[in-house]
């Protein structure tokens, strides 16, 4: 298959030139971490357990960094296995004594074995010794996969939608410093790394931090999830544990 | 810590003053539901068993369904329009998407009253998020009974099946996801037009700031959308017209019917054997 023959492909192979063009100056003594990550959970939809497992590539130089990451069904509802990836770029721009990050991320979603969805994804955001945000802004397209696609093409139906911008955000709160062997952080966010609610959907999530060693990390999160918040009518939807190590190579 | 404790008594005061004085929106619902939406299924479900499900018998093959949102009633002049329109024009049957009432026992007292005395047609409803302020769902399901159901109408020549789905917390639960799953398993083969009604909104055409149903709960809906050929998905709750289509699926949703809403209006739904036909009439 040809990028020509593709939009799709097209989109991507665009995206990969994005991300090509932020490494000409990269050093060659940037960090490179890789992280993998366990979620157990239940919710409305899941009928028992479920289980994930999501694994990242990240690299970073003084003004830029990039990261990557994949998410494995290994258990749920949904009759699929790689469920989500996503590719992010940005740049490390320092403001005093802060460093405030803008990034464009794309992040690909299989929901269903015929149905996608397709984030595009601007943010920006900074960390304190207490607290980190992070400001931003997705389109988010449902699509269906290019072979349902094709199956449909004969018939007039639409095979994709864009929903209006949807505003992103994350406060979170550290009880100690970022440098701290240990740590305890509590968020409210719509996002989470291969998930965007509606904005009217905040989620909670505390996170507890502990440094083995200079190049290991060792975290666990319980995340908590409910609807309505904004209908003024809550109603639970869900909750899930993660447990996670960041290497740094 | 001093600036936490506050905090907290800033928002303290601020709660209470708004419980108190605001009469249409119930500031605990906030942090607290206590008819969740499982409960309500459950509810709504037994009480499917113990009555007959409902349908609506066409002599011809075409009908038309005025489909209304957001009436919000204490106030009653535009829904005595809807209701006069529906009564006089030949519709088949009426649906309401929900926030029918504020929530408050005696406006659901003014909205029962206005639907026996005014209206001579079948008449369906859907649970919205307004109608369980208050301890709403005790007055709902007394008057109503189910706020998840399924209802046809059989024409000369097809059957076509109604869902209703009580969406009024934001969710549609574990209950009633796999009612409606296994509903559309059963029936859907079955039937000419599938058409979902229920009050939040699963899709976002535009800029809002009314809640949508999570987005994992939204992805699940687009699979049974589009694995069942679902031709209809009508939704309330914006008080804002919008149309969207993914595949086989129309997602429409209506204005608001409340009174001294700008652009009221309700939906009039022609059912055809060449397909289904949506117009806007404005109040």
């Known amino acids: 298959m040809t990028a020509d023959k593709n939009p799709g492909m097209k989109k991507f192979a665009g995206l990969l030139f994005l991300v090509a063009l932020s490494f000409p100056f990269a050093e060659l003594s940037g960090q490179i971490k890789v992280e993998s990550q366990i979620d157990i959970g239940d919710n409305e939809l899941s009928d028992g357990l479920y289980f994930l497992n999501s694994d990242f590539g990240h690299y970073e130089q003084k003004y830029w960094f990039a990261e990557t990451g994949l998410q494995f069904g290994l258990h749920q509802p949904q009759n699929v296995f790689l469920n989500s990836w996503y590719l992010t770029s940005g740049a490390k721009v320092p403001a005093g004594k802060y460093i405030i990050i803008v990034g464009l991320e794309y992040d690909w979603t299989a929901f269903a074995p015929d149905l996608r969805e397709v984030n595009w994804i601007l943010f920006t955001g900074t960390s304190f010794n207490h607290w980190e945000l992070t400001l931003g802004s997705n389109r988010r397209v449902y699509r269906l996969s290019n072979k349902a696609a094709r199956e449909e093409a004969n018939k007039e139906f639409k095979d994709s939608f864009i929903e209006e911008w949807n505003f992103m955000y994350s406060a979170g709160y550290r009880l100690k410093p970022r440098e701290n062997k240990w740590n305890i952080m509590f968020t409210v966010t719509d996002f989470d790394r291969f998930l965007i609610q509606q904005e009217s959907n905040p989620m909670i999530n505390a996170r507890f931090d502990y440094r083995i060693n200079e190049s290991l990390n060792l975290y666990s999160e319980l995340w908590y999830k409910s609807s309505g918040l904004l209908n003024i009518k809550v109603d639970y939807f869900g909750t899930f544990i993660r447990i996670g190590a960041i290497w740094q190579l | ?283």
């Open chain 2, 1 to 283: 810590m001093a600036t936490i404790i506050k905090f907290g008594r800033a928002f303290s005061i601020i709660a209470v003053l708004f419980c108190v004085s605001c009469e249409d929106v119930d500031f605990t619902g906030f942090f607290y539901n206590n008819n969740p939406v499982n409960d309500r299924v459950k509810e709504s479900l037994e009480w499917n068993k113990s009555s007959p499900e409902q349908s609506i018998t066409i002599p011809g093959n075409d009908y038309t369904l005025l489909v209304a949102g957001d009436s919000h009633v204490g106030g009653t002049v535009n829904l005595n329009t809807f209701l006069t329109q529906a009564n006089t024009t030949g519709a088949s049957g009426i649906v309401i998407a929900g926030d029918l009432t504020t929530g408050h026992k005696e406006d659901y007292d003014v909205f029962k009253h206005e639907i026996d005395t005014k209206n001579s047609l079948p008449a369906f409803f859907v649970v919205g998020n307004h109608d369980l302020f208050f301890d709403g769902w005790n007055a709902y399901f007394d008057y109503f009974g189910s706020s998840t159901y399924s209802f046809k109408v059989n024409t000369a020549n097809a059957t076509d099946l109604f869902i209703c789905l009580d969406t009024g917390s934001g969710t549609l639960g574990s209950e009633q996801l796999e009612w409606v799953t296994n509903l559309l398993e059963n029936e859907r083969k079955n039937v000419r037009y599938c058409i979902v009604i229920t009050h939040v909104n699963f899709i976002r055409e535009h800029r809002t700031s009314s809640t949508n149903l999570l987005v994992e709960e939204i992805r699940a809906i687009l699979d049974l959308c589009y694995r069942h050929s679902i031709d209809l998905v009508i939704t309330g709750h914006d008080h804002n017209r919008s149309e969207q289509f993914f595949n086989r699926t129309h997602f429409l949703t209506l204005d608001a019917l409340e009174d001294d809403f700008d652009n009221a209006s309700y939906l009039s739904l022609q059912v055809k054997e060449s397909g289904l036909v949506t117009t806007f009439v404005g109040l």
